[in-house]
């Protein structure tokens, strides 16, 4: 049964509220992190709130919580809800404030814990692979608001998920301000061109993905060659193999850009072993393993 964590309050799905005039909804000021539970347990814990304490941090939001007593919350929320797969949705927002900006009239952070079912992509796209297009709208410019910021302001990635969706495509890639790929709406991508898995640089302006860092772990243990750089649109077109990454779709090929076809139009063999690799690594191993 999927529960609801809030301030040290455990409630079920349908009581679970924040206010109104909390600045998490009136203005997205907030930020928050996806993470799995892979038997019983949640995968890469530590990374994951690392990644969320440094996403507070930037935006001098103070989580009212350290560390520790945060992933002693996140780890009793999921023995609650007993599940051995599924997703967390970890959440804290500036809290209630007035009708005006000001983050200092907002004193009472909420720290929200969701445990909830995952919604996968059908088994179709991972065995056939997804379609995507380049969104006209761009990620967000590391002037403006930097990717690296896991925030609740996500309206530019819904806005090139609309255009993707309108499109009959599952997923858009974005581009960055210097028009180099930069990741896709909830996901960083991948290609493989000669045998050599490619993935935009972190100063493309890109989330720095847990699945992602796993990847590139998997990827040097089986020796397969990694470059992490600018790549630009020609590269996606001109490349053997696609695929994307993320907690929640894990390792999901692509097969067709802008119409066109990647590779010859059907996941690729170094995509298939990465995602058998990833596979077997989050369902066997225990969790907050790792490789090095
Ligand atoms: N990029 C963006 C914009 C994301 O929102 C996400 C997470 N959903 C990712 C990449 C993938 O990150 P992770 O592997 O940590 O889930």
């Not at 967000?140 to 990635?157: D, E, G, Q």
């Amino acid at each position: 049964m999927s529960k609801v964590w809030i301030n040290g309050q455990l409630f079920d799905k349908s009581e679970a509220k924040v206010s109104v005039f909390d600045h998490g909804l009136l203005y997205g000021d907030g930020v928050f992190e996806g993470i799995r539970i892979y038997n019983g347990k949640p995968f890469r814990l530590r990374e994951h709130i690392d990644r969320l304490f440094d996403s507070a941090r930037h935006i001098l939001l103070e989580i009212p919580l350290n560390r520790e007593q945060l992933t002693q919350a996140v780890l009793d929320t999921v023995q609650v809800d007993a599940q051995q797969e599924g997703y967390i949705r970890l959440v804290v927002t500036r809290g209630p404030g007035t009708l005006g900006l000001d983050p200092n009239k907002c004193t009472n952070p909420q720290v929200i814990i969701i445990v909830d079912d995952i919604t996968l992509y059908p088994a179709e796209f991972y065995e056939k692979g997804l379609r995507v297009l380049t969104a006209s709208v761009i990620r967000n410019h590391p002037n403006a608001l930097n990717p690296r910021i896991k925030s609740l302001n996500y309206l530019n990635n819904i806005l090139a998920r609309i255009e993707a969706d309108r499109a009959g495509c599952q997923e858009a890639i974005m581009l960055n301000h210097n028009g180099e790929v930069a990741e896709c709406t909830a996901d960083n991508i991948f290609l493989v061109k000669h045998g050599v898995l490619r993935t935009p640089h972190l100063a493309a302006g890109i989330l720095e993905g847990v699945t992602r860092n796993l990847i590139l772990e998997l990827a040097r243990q089986a020796k397969i060659p990694v470059q992490e750089m600018a790549l630009t649109r020609h590269d996606v077109l001109s490349a053997d193999e696609c695929f994307l990454t993320g907690t929640a779709a894990e390792v999901a090929p692509i097969v067709e850009c802008d119409g066109r076809p990647i590779g010859n139009g059907k996941p690729g063999p170094i995509t298939r072993q990465l995602r058998e690799r990833y596979q077997q690594f989050v369902r066997q191993t225990p969790a907050n393993a790792s490789l090095v």
